[in-house]
């Protein structure tokens, strides 16, 4: 569970340096000329490689969450417990915000850079917004952005689905959100993201930390709720497996009350003690559950 901790602090270190930093360089010292949309996209894309990236380095070991909504989601799913989840939470807010003392460290060495007014790409609503919504609407805005991002990573995590291309699919979907959630509050769905810029800029992006917080919970929620829907019997995110005391053995089928493995599988498959053959129960195909 150590190991797990680590990756998710590791990660939101990245996500948050490489994020967080292209958001600054492009929209604290406007370098993104005469288009803005330019700038956008190329926030967006920052944002969604580095995610995608960081689903393969740190999806083996802990599922490559960095993200608290994403943590809430597969809690509400049942694929950790609370003690797991709350572990989860902890590493994510501390990397989000040792992510933003190394991005300020580093804007520091330019002559140019002044805190207070270049600031760290932090999410805001307001004065802080390019559309200049308000605290309502950047809740909205949170909420359903984030219901979509985190029910995609909850669908593309499962553990029939494929892992060579569920980075790429969850890195997709982190950047047409931001796309689309940039121009409104800067785009966060993430708290952690949101939490190390606020809390080392300070001043406005701090007060208005709340929302960020708060409605990608909200839109967690949504998303586990949609996710039972669509997919009744979640297995599990990538490189786990389900622990032998939650009641079926790591890849193994729950059966029905009196009947096993050999019986569910047909005649074919199971040999009679007569014929010299015993009947077995399929075993896991590989890896220690966690």
Not at 45 to 66: D, K
Not at 71 to 82: C, D, K, N, Q
């Amino acid at each position: 569970m150590g190991r797990k901790f680590a990756a998710e602090f590791l990660g939101t270190i990245l996500l948050v340096f490489f994020g967080a930093g292209v958001a600054t360089l492009v929209f604290g010292y406007r370098i993104f000329g005469a288009s803005l949309a330019a700038g956008i996209v190329a926030v967006a894309l920052a944002f969604g490689l580095i995610y995608s990236a960081l689903v393969y380095v740190t999806g083996p070991i802990s599922g490559g969450h960095v993200n608290p909504a994403v943590t809430l989601g597969a809690y509400i799913s049942r694929r950790m417990g609370l003690v797991e989840a709350v572990g989860y939470w902890a590493a994510q807010l501390a990397g989000g915000v040792v992510g933003a003392l190394l991005l300020l460290w580093m804007m520091q060495t330019s002559p140019f850079y002044a805190k207070s007014k270049i600031g760290l790409g932090a999410n805001g609503y307001g004065q802080s917004s390019l559309l200049h919504i308000s605290g309502a609407g950047a809740f909205l805005v949170e909420v359903i952005l984030t219901t979509f991002f985190v029910l995609v990573v909850l669908s593309l995590t499962r553990e029939e689905s494929s892992v060579a291309v569920s980075g790429m699919g969850i890195g997709i979907a982190l950047a047409l959100v931001n796309l689309i959630g940039i121009p409104f509050d800067g785009a966060s769905v993430n708290p952690a993201r949101s939490f190390g810029p606020a809390v080392v800029v300070g001043g406005t992006a701090l007060s208005q930390l709340w929302v960020f917080l708060v409605a990608p919970l909200v839109g967690a929620v949504l998303a586990a709720i949609l996710h039972f829907i669509v997919h009744p019997l979640p297995a599990g995110l990538i490189g786990r497996r389900k622990r032998p005391g939650d009641g079926t053995a790591a890849g193994e089928e729950q059966l029905p009350a009196g009947q096993t493995a050999a019986t569910m599988a047909g005649p074919e498959s199971a040999a009679s003690p007569a014929e010299g053959g015993a009947t077995e129960i399929d075993r896991p195909s590989g890896g220690a559950a966690d």
